[in-house]
């Protein structure tokens, strides 16, 4: 039985498909999830929380990761109303940014 031949590379063909900004990513994203590890490795320490009329011990890292949820779901929320708001005035025929026209305000006055 003959087992088939190993493919050669080519050099010069792994040299044109070099990509310096790919390997970049890959070494910043594995540094990122070991930060992540040891951020969760040092912040498991339970801590009390206070609510008004309880209180909990919860571990760190949920306490930060909860607190990180609520303000990414803050920002998206907020970021939803003012594409709403936006949206609602284009179609109104109101100028987007209504801070820029007072600028020129006190001219459009005098010439009215």
Not at 7 to 29: G, H, K, M, S, V
Not at 32 to 38: D, N, V
Not at 78 to 107: C, F, H, K, T, Y
Request: aromatic share 8%.
């Amino acid at each position: 039985m003959r087992f088939p031949r190993r493919r050669r590379f080519d050099t010069a063909q792994i040299q044109e498909n070099w990509q310096p900004r790919l390997y970049l990513r890959l070494i910043a994203l594995v540094l990122l999830a070991a930060y992540a590890i040891a951020f969760v490795l040092e912040n498991r320490k339970a801590v009390p929380v206070h609510f008004v009329f309880a209180t909990a011990d919860v571990s760190l890292i949920w306490l930060v990761l909860l607190a990180l949820a609520v303000g990414v779901l803050g920002g998206i929320l907020l970021a939803q109303l003012e594409r709403r708001r936006r949206r609602r005035r284009q179609q109104a025929g109101q100028p987007l940014d209504s801070g820029a026209d007072l600028v020129g305000r006190d001219e459009a006055e005098r010439e009215a």
